[in-house]
């Protein structure tokens, strides 16, 4: 079946270390986004790309960097210059810039 | 720029009642309009879309929503609740020159026996 997998779905992290979030997608899309969920707060956009090899920053890009070296894949890596990094995070693709967005189930990283 | 503001954070419904959220958006260019459904510790779930055409959009689940241009809103309705459709609704906008979809802050549907 076609879909998009995120990994882990719970994550573990001390305080100053880098994680990166896993983002697999088997729909041939060419767009992918991450974004941050924070109770109350909806959804913000960290970062998308629309090709491969080309990504950009959305609303809140600091503390965090992405790559896209495959169409298929989109890590996102928090890191310790991300002051408050225990959220969930949604990983998303759609087939142009102007199409819905398929979501993954999502990663809660929790940073003690 | 867009911009998209759902009315009430959480509505709530008895079973078998009209469900109504809210949503509002501003565009500068023409926009797409997205209704998604979250339940909890999960992803979101395209409900229905507005790109051009027809302003009353049916989606999912027995959900509908229509577009008013002049009132720049795109509300979300459906007119018996269940109980199976207590979960977070977010409203999102698209420019699809800009590339990428901007969120609403979600409204939480309780629904009561």
């Known amino acids: 079946d076609g879909g998009i997998t995120q990994s882990p779905k719970y994550l573990f992290r001390k305080e100053g270390q880098n994680v990166t979030l896993s983002c697999e997608q088997n729909l041939n899309h060419d767009a992918m986004y991450w974004y941050r969920q924070d109770p109350g707060q909806g959804l913000r956009l960290i970062y998308y790309s629309q090709i491969v090899n080309d990504f950009q920053k959305g609303d809140i890009a600091e503390g965090y960097s992405v790559s896209r070296e495959k169409k298929e894949s989109f890590p996102l890596t928090v890191t310790s210059a991300q002051k408050n990094p225990t959220a969930f995070y949604l990983c998303?693709?759609?087939?142009?810039?102007?199409?819905?967005?398929?979501f993954g189930q999502g990663t809660r990283l929790t940073v003690v | 720029a867009q911009s998209v503001t759902q009315l009430g954070s959480h509505v709530s419904v008895s079973e078998g009642a009209l469900v109504l959220l809210r949503c509002n958006y501003s565009s500068s260019v023409p926009p797409y309009l997205f209704w998604y459904v979250q339940y909890p510790n999960q992803g979101l779930q395209l409900l229905l879309k507005y790109t051009t055409g027809a302003t009353l959009v049916k989606g999912i689940n027995g959900f509908e929503a229509e577009f008013k241009k002049s009132e720049t809103s795109f509300h979300l309705t459906k007119p018996s609740a269940h109980m199976s459709d207590a979960a977070e609704y977010f409203c999102a906008v698209s420019d699809p020159y800009a590339g990428k979809s901007t969120f609403g802050d979600g409204t939480t549907l309780t629904v009561k026996p």
């Open positions: 998303a693709s759609s087939t142009d810039r102007s199409t819905e967005a398929f």
